[in-house]
């Protein structure tokens, strides 16, 4: 019996287990974010919390909005009768129209980045020779700006004044004015049940605030950090149970906007108060029913181990009587 109820625990889980979630995250400065949940492109309203598809069945993990109000994203999908993966680069205007800017190619997106300043250069990680490259490339140079060694970059982030944050498992690092810096040299966590992700998948976006504080999405602790000016790491805010950080952004009231998924890769996008940016701390309530579902094989083997021990007593009992 207490098999029949670790299974039922252990297929929900891994029944709930999806393809890591998208990134894209993006706000225009004033009243709209676009977010990707890998089928469509969706707008937020932050005045009115209301939201509606943007772009419909694109498949994106990336966004980069410019400063004309430009949206850019990718769309990846596979052709059965070709067996083989491809992709194409849109972009919707400020007016609404969209338009492929790149024709279909094969395989994975590996000519656009889509961390880019103001001046839409793009900054990339390349692997040349065992080595790590960061790039800077216009629509007709590219410049290397450090080569060294490095073990995986992932997710990078680009702030306002161009220094280029990325993700190298388990470690932070900041790129500035030619200067590579760790800020980080174990930023993860671990905390059930999104523990059970891949290291590529426990450590998700990272943006800045005002105050020029760093916060970093831990997807496998279901918590965000934040790393300030001084270099203090410390844990600022964290999910329920079944919900896990991928990405965030500030307002123009400096209210935090988060983008969370939940193992199955349903996104949500969530306004938490500038003034409640802290530990959440309605975490017992929001998981009372995972709380409790997880209870029923504890409660059962409990139950298991005094009804052993009561049927050895009366065996005991029997035997001395006789």
């Not at 019996?1 to 889980?13: D, E, K, Q, S, V």
């Not at 709930?16 to 309203?45: E, S």
């Not at 220094?163 to 966590?189: G, M």
Request: aromatic share 16%; charged share 25%; glycine share 6%.
């Amino acid at each position: 019996m207490n098999r029949f109820f670790y299974g039922c625990i252990a297929l929900f889980i891994l029944g709930n287990i999806y393809a890591h979630p998208g990134i894209g995250l993006v706000y225009d400065g004033q009243r709209y974010i676009y977010y990707t949940d890998l089928t469509h492109v969706w707008r937020l309203d932050t005045e009115t919390g209301e939201k509606q598809i943007a772009i419909e069945n694109v498949h994106t993990h990336e966004l980069h909005l410019d400063k004309d109000g430009n949206l850019f994203g990718e769309h990846y999908w596979y052709v059965e009768s070709e067996q083989k993966f491809k992709n194409y680069i849109w972009k919707l205007d400020k007016d609404g129209n969209f338009n492929k800017i790149r024709d279909d190619l094969d395989g994975e997106n590996t000519d656009f980045g889509f961390i880019r300043d103001k001046d839409f250069r793009s900054y990339r990680i390349k692997e040349v020779d065992e080595l790590y490259r960061i790039e800077r490339s216009d629509s007709m140079t590219t410049e290397v700006l450090f080569s060294g060694e490095l073990k995986h970059p992932g997710w990078k982030y680009l702030s306002s004044d161009n220094t280029l944050y990325f993700v190298d498992y388990p470690t932070i690092y900041a790129f500035k004015e030619s200067e590579l810096i760790i800020l980080a040299e174990d930023i993860s966590a671990r905390r059930f049940p999104f523990s059970i992700q891949s290291n590529d998948h426990d450590i998700y976006g990272i943006w800045t605030d005002e105050s020029d504080n760093i916060f970093v999405a831990i997807y496998g602790g279901r918590m965000v950090k934040s790393i300030n000016p001084e270099g203090k790491i410390e844990s600022v805010l964290k999910t329920s149970m079944f919900w896990s950080p991928i990405n965030g952004v500030f307002d123009s009231e400096g209210n935090l906007w988060l983008m969370e998924s939940r193992l199955n890769g349903k996104i949500r996008v969530r306004q938490i108060d500038r003034n409640e940016f802290y530990q959440n701390n309605s975490f017992f309530f929001e998981n009372l029913f995972w709380i409790i579902l997880l209870s029923i094989p504890v409660v059962y083997l409990i139950w298991r181990i005094r009804a052993k021990k009561l049927q050895k007593k009366r065996n005991k009992f029997v035997v001395d009587t006789a």
